[in-house]
């Protein structure tokens, strides 16, 4: 691949919306260490209606309060065109220039029908174009595994290019912890012509048991040999954290050597294993220093 022209890569990192206060000043201080590191923003995680909207405007508020760059996600199921747009509104005021365009989960137990004016991400990208342009830099999901969800890898990949065609700027990944799942993503991209920047997806490996769970859920692989040696170690969280601090440093410097754009980090809320990650590749203020 050639890396020829490119500039250094970026780095950013996904937030939840804390339930407590507790868990906020928790947050803060994470948000403290990983800035030190200057990404290029964080991303903060959105629940549709009620005490979850809420939450995730008051970190988005707090973020954009401390000068942050900040990008909320936003997802179209279960809302309609007008909440959407004032959320949008929100957060142009509030100078917020980069959104993450979502389906979001589908209720347990449903369909598509009925359950808002939008049901696809491409849809949502489509009216944040049509109605902000350029305001806004749009960035979607893909899946180098294919979504758990879609009728065929072939299906999945028409839906990534729906939501590029619409109007996305570019697109951050699931986690996935086998490189060549994602530069055979690109080569298929590549071959339908969809050439905006993918950033991968990037979840360090903390504790097994419910990276098992949560990976098993969306459709992320955990390839044989990892989940053998994860099982090996037991409930010896020090020896787990250690082996995955590796696996994930091999995986990211691997990425970056081949030309990736950046690396997005799912922290989880938590600093110590990102940071570790990323002084292991030499990233000290945002930029790889390989």
């Known amino acids: 691949m050639d890396t020829s022209n490119k500039k250094a ?3 950013s990192f996904e937030l939840f919306p804390p339930k407590t206060e507790t868990g906020m000043e928790k947050l803060k201080l994470v948000v403290a260490e990983l800035n030190k590191l200057d990404p290029e923003y964080f991303s903060v995680t959105y629940g549709a209606g009620g005490s979850t909207q809420d ?10 309060e401390q000068g942050i760059d900040t990008a909320p996600h936003l997802s179209c199921i279960g809302t309609d065109k007008g909440e959407i747009l004032d959320i949008l509104e929100r957060y142009l005021g509030q100078g917020i220039k980069r959104i993450v365009a979502l389906r979001g989960d589908l209720p347990s137990g449903s369909g598509l029908g009925g359950l808002g004016e939008l049901n696809f991400a491409n849809e949502l990208v489509a009216l944040i174009r049509q109605t902000f342009d350029d305001a806004f830099h749009i960035e ?3 899946y180098p595994e294919f979504h758990p969800q879609a009728e065929s890898a072939q299906a999945d990949l028409d839906n990534f290019r729906r939501k590029v065609e619409s109007g996305a700027h570019g697109a951050i990944t699931q986690y996935f912890y086998n490189a060549d799942a994602y530069w055979r993503f690109l080569d298929d991209c590549q071959q339908r012509g969809i050439e905006i920047p993918i950033v991968p997806g990037i979840m360090p490996i ?5 990276l098992a769970r949560f990976s098993d859920a969306c459709g992320a692989e955990i390839p044989r040999w990892i989940r ?23 995986l990211c410097r691997q990425l970056l050597d081949g030309g990736a754009p ?7 809320n938590q600093s110590a294993s990102v ?9 000290t203020n945002g930029e790889n220093a390989s």
């Open 9 to 11: 890569p970026s780095i």
């Open 55 to 64: 939450r995730t405007f008051a970190t988005v508020d707090w973020l954009r």
């Open 140 to 142: 979607v999901a893909a």
């Open 206 to 210: 903390t504790n097994y048991s419910s």
């Open 228 to 250: 053998k040696r994860l099982e090996s170690y037991g409930d010896d969280l020090s020896s787990i954290q250690a082996f995955g601090a590796e696996v994930v440093t091999t």
């Open 262 to 268: 950046g690396l997005h980090f799912y922290t989880m």
């Open 275 to 283: 940071l570790q990650i990323c002084a292991a590749l030499g990233i």
